[in-house]
RNA sequence: GGGGAGUUGCCGGAGCGGUCAAACGGGGCGGACUGUAAAUCCGUUGGCUUACGCCUACAGUGGUUCGAACCCACUACUCCCCA
């Protein structure tokens, strides 16, 4: 299987150049993606490009990621309606340090195997004049080649800054600058950057003769229609102190069965027959959830390591699971955070207990309910849990040894939504 | 400029003097089922010291009335028709 083959099976592969496997034919050769450096960390919805660059070097290309400080200061003229802030360097070079850590943990997962390069092209477009950039590179493209992209297409009707119009360019004089001076010839995007892309090669062609190459992937979507890459949401970023490693396994643990069979393929590493079976075995019996879990898995440990998914895995069978809420706490402080980071929380002191008052008032107290009318409902309806165990009646009244690790209640409304009451000495 | 219709809870939409915290549908929230899913079914859906009690609410203000979401007046906004 070559790397074409690979990415097909995966459904990783939309478009490609004719010709593409005359690229790889030169050991050493480099391929290259882009990265927006508007934040410190990658999200879930950044991972099939990485998924595309660490195929590549499975296959022995050597991967060169783009955080691009200049690129991201114009703005693909894709989607977006805002204005693009420009970043200070110092911010970007936060950024790329970020996105480099989390590309060398899932790109280059395994130690043997190409280095991979992590580039700013600001670096190269620091100094290159408006002047020189209009001789060199703006001379070689008609307005109507530039025109004829969908990515300007798209925008003509609501209109388009010549800034966002250049952004092509400014993209396709990477791609040269990465031939020149690192060997690189390929660029891999997600298939919104086949024009970007395909401006690279022409550009490549037109300034050195040389062949260069493009490889998209489709965009992913979801079978039920929503985004891809959020949760409740919320963007499910790859760095821990934003998503917890415990989100990012429930992330992928919630995946849809109509979603699971694309995203087993496109980002587990396993090879095809352990992924089939183990899709086999999903289908045969869905309820066991056998390939949202072994991927949830494979992501975590890849991305976080094994202690870290040890501990979602314990929260998660605290949670959901059978196990009971104390073995919650063998965790520490801050793997308690983390597991409990975003669930919303309130403290309250010690003496609350001292006026021997219900859990409705607990709950409206807390925030866990937003009126006393709504937390007597809830618990009429059966719905609250305190610490895992079910609270059927108004009137109860917490006592202080319930606390877990003398100072939690952990507070379940419904199934699914929980809160965290922190009591201070 | 003239004429008409309307403005109700998260949304749509009934109500046209007391029995209206307001039908019905959607959505939300709980429960059962289940897989931390979907579908389905059940309950619930203004607040309060849970009370056949009180408070706040049917665009705003004022009025008629023992009593107003409902009648009247004015104000604001929305829509339609004619110039």
């Not at 965009?219 to 102190?241: C, H, I, M, Q, Y």
């Not at 390591?305 to 801050?334: V, Y």
Request: aromatic share 10%; with cysteine.
């Amino acid at each position: 299987m070559n790397l074409l083959e690979e990415l097909k099976w995966r459904g990783l592969y939309q478009d490609s150049t004719p010709g593409i496997e005359n690229c790889w034919s030169v050991p050493g050769v480099g391929a290259y993606a882009g990265f927006d450096p508007t934040a410190p960390s990658l999200h879930v919805g950044n991972l099939v490009v990485v998924m595309l660059l660490t195929h590549c070097r499975r296959y022995g290309l050597r991967p060169i990621a783009i955080v691009g400080g200049a690129t991201g200061m114009v703005g693909d003229p894709s989607g977006k309606s805002q204005e693009r802030k420009l970043l200070d360097l110092d911010t970007l070079r936060a950024n790329q340090a970020g996105v480099h850590a989390q590309l060398e943990k899932l790109v280059a997962y395994d130690p043997d195997g190409p280095e991979l390069l992590v580039l700013n092209n600001y670096d190269w477009f620091a100094q290159f004049t408006f002047l020189d950039f209009l001789r060199d590179v703006g001379k070689h493209f008609s307005i109507n080649y530039m025109m004829a992209k969908d990515s300007v297409q798209n925008r003509l009707e609501s209109g388009i800054s010549f800034t966002e119009f250049s952004y092509q360019l400014l993209q396709g004089y990477d791609f040269y600058h990465l031939y020149q001076h690192y060997g690189c010839r390929l660029q891999v995007g997600g298939s919104d950057q086949w024009g970007n892309i395909t401006t690279g090669i022409e550009l490549v062609r037109k300034l050195t003769g040389g062949e260069v190459h493009g490889l998209t992937a489709p965009l992913l979507t979801r079978a039920d229609g929503s985004k891809f890459g959020k949760s409740e949401g919320e963007n499910v970023w790859l760095d821990p102190e934003r998503t917890s490693p415990y989100k990012f396994y429930q992330f992928w643990l919630n995946a849809a069965d109509e979603d699971i069979s694309r995203l087993l393929k496109i980002f587990s590493l396993k090879g095809r027959e352990e992924i089939e079976s183990a899709l086999e075995r999903h289908a045969a019996e869905p309820h066991l959830r056998i390939a949202q879990k072994m991927l949830a898995v494979e992501l975590t440990e890849r991305l976080h390591g094994k202690p870290a998914l040890e501990t979602a895995l314990a929260a998660t069978d605290a949670l959901f699971g059978d196990a009971p809420f104390s073995t919650l706490e063998r965790l520490s402080p801050k793997e308690f955070g983390q597991i409990f980071e975003g669930v919303p929380s309130a403290t309250l002191n010690r003496s609350w207990f001292e006026a021997q008052k219900n859990v409705v008032d607990l709950l409206a107290e807390s925030g866990a309910a937003p009126s006393k009318s709504e937390a007597r409902r809830l618990v009429q309806g059966g719905g609250l849990k305190i610490n895992k165990i079910k609270i059927s009646s108004p009137d109860h009244v917490p006592v202080f040894d319930e606390l877990l690790a003398g100072r939690y209640l952990f507070i379940q409304s419904g199934k699914k939504k929980h809160h965290i009451v922190v009591f201070e000495p």
